[in-house]
């Protein structure tokens, strides 16, 4: 299994409204092509201006062609459109891991 763990930064103050937006235009196309992530959080200590989502693909192929989908899908742009109008995320950071060897899901 591939882990997608993703995690983002908003400008204080606006991780309610980007939270919306993205409830609203971008879960729906996102979880259409990608599926159900295994986790979408908020920060709850530390920088509570941030939160996460995890997605599992079977590998670096299946992961290749969901986002390849999504990427064509025009729903997908009107809503990068509409959240990078709104300029609430300041930053993003992408992991790519594999479970350890012990862990069985």
Same mark, same amino acid.
């Given at each position: 299994?591939l *882990?997608?763990?993703? #995690?983002?930064t908003?400008k204080?103050? #606006?991780?309610?409204? /980007?939270?919306?937006l993205?409830?609203?235009?971008g879960? %729906?196309?996102?979880?259409k /092509?990608l599926g159900? %992530?295994?986790?979408?959080?908020? +920060?709850? +200590?530390?920088?509570?201006?941030s939160?996460l /989502?995890?997605?599992?693909?079977q ?6 062609a ?10 997908? /742009?009107? *809503?990068?459109?509409? =959240? ?6 300041? =930053? ?5 891991? +594999?479970?350890?060897? $012990? $862990?069985? %899901?």
């Open positions: 299994m *882990y997608d763990v993703r #995690t983002y908003c204080p103050g #606006t991780i309610k409204k /980007h939270l919306a993205y409830e609203s235009l879960f %729906p196309v996102q979880s /092509h159900q %992530p295994l986790l979408y959080a908020v +920060t709850e +200590t530390g920088n509570v201006n939160f /989502h995890i997605w599992v693909y590998d670096a192929a299946d992961r290749a969901r986002r390849a989908a999504m990427q064509a899908d025009p729903a997908w /742009h009107a *809503y990068q459109e509409k =959240s990078g109008e709104a300029g609430y995320l300041i =930053s993003q950071e992408n992991r790519l891991m +594999t479970q350890a060897p $012990f $862990f069985k %899901p």
